[in-house]
C-alpha cells in the first residue's frame, strides 16, 4: 500500500545532541510536511516542501533544519535538542499545492530528550 | 492572522447519543475545512471534510456543516460508539497548501 512511513518510532537523544528523524513516502507526492506535536496538542507546522522549495514558519526556530535530497524522502534535523523538544514528530504529504487536497500522515516519531 | 478555534476540548456522550464538535475559523477566504480523527498513539487520519462551496456532507454516521458567513463549521457524529473515543481536530486551509489546526477535542463515549 502506498503510503507515508517515519522512522524511527521512538527516538531519545541527549540534551543539546544533533538527532535525525525521517520520512518517506511512496505516494509520489509533491508537497512533505513536518509537524511537531506536543502532548494534548494541536499539531503545529514548522516547514514545508514544494518539490524542492523550502518554506519555512516564521516561528520555526533556528534549531529545526529539514532536507528534500528527493521526491521521497524528507529529514528533519534537530541541531541541538532541548528538553522543550520532546514531542511527536508528524510527517505528512500531500498530492500538491491545492489547498483542498488531503494531508496522508506518517505514524509519527517520539522523541525523548534526556 | 490565521486562527481556528474548536470547542470543546472535552466532550462526554452516552454511547448511542450524538456527539458536536464546534469550530470557528478567522479568515473569510479559507475554502476548504477537513476533520481529522487522532486515537492515542497514532497518525491523524481524516474522516471528512467539506469545500467552502457546499453547505452539508455526510458520511454515514458522520456529517460536517459549513456556514460561511457565520464563519464556523461543525462535526456532527450520531448513534456514537466506543470506537468514536479519539481526539478530534479540526483544520482550516487559507487559500494554500498549509493548514492551520484547532486545538482539538477529547471525545470519550461512555458505554
Known amino acids: 500500500d502506498a503510503m507515508v512511513i517515519q522512522n524511527p518510532r521512538y527516538q531519545v537523544t541527549q540534551f543539546g545532541k544533533p538527532v535525525t528523524l525521517s520520512c518517506s513516502q511512496t505516494l509520489n507526492h509533491n508537497v512533505m510536511y513536518w509537524y511537531q506535536q506536543k502532548s494534548s496538542q494541536a499539531p503545529k507546522l514548522l516547514f514545508h516542501?514544494?518539490?524542492?522549495?523550502?518554506?519555512n514558519e516564521a516561528d520555526t526556530p533556528d534549531n529545526f533544519q529539514s532536507r528534500r535530497p528527493n521526491t521521497s524522502f524528507c529529514f528533519l534535523d534537530i541541531r541541538s535538542p532541548g528538553l522543550g523538544d520532546a514531542a511527536m514528530y508528524l510527517c505528512a504529504t500531500s498530492r500538491d499545492r491545492k489547498p483542498d487536497n488531503e494531508q496522508f500522515f506518517g505514524p509519527g516519531t517520539r522523541l525523548t530528550v534526556l | 492572522g490565521e486562527n481556528v478555534e474548536q470547542h470543546p476540548s472535552t466532550l462526554s456522550v452516552q454511547e448511542g447519543d450524538s456527539a458536536v464538535i464546534k469550530c470557528t475559523y478567522s479568515?473569510?477566504?479559507?475554502?476548504?475545512f477537513p476533520w481529522y480523527k487522532q486515537e492515542l498513539g497514532k497518525r491523524p487520519q481524516l474522516i471528512i471534510d467539506?469545500?467552502?462551496?457546499?453547505g452539508e456532507k455526510k458520511d454515514q454516521r458522520i456529517a460536517v456543516t459549513l456556514n460561511k458567513t457565520a464563519k464556523h463549521f461543525s462535526l456532527h457524529i450520531t448513534e456514537t460508539q466506543p470506537e468514536d473515543s479519539a481526539v478530534y481536530f479540526c483544520a482550516a486551509s487559507f487559500g494554500n497548501e498549509k493548514l492551520t489546526f484547532g486545538t482539538g477535542t477529547r471525545l470519550t463515549i461512555i458505554p
Open positions: 467539506i469545500r467552502s462551496n457546499v
Open positions: 479568515d473569510s477566504a479559507s475554502n476548504y
Open positions: 516542501y514544494y518539490d524542492k522549495d523550502f518554506n
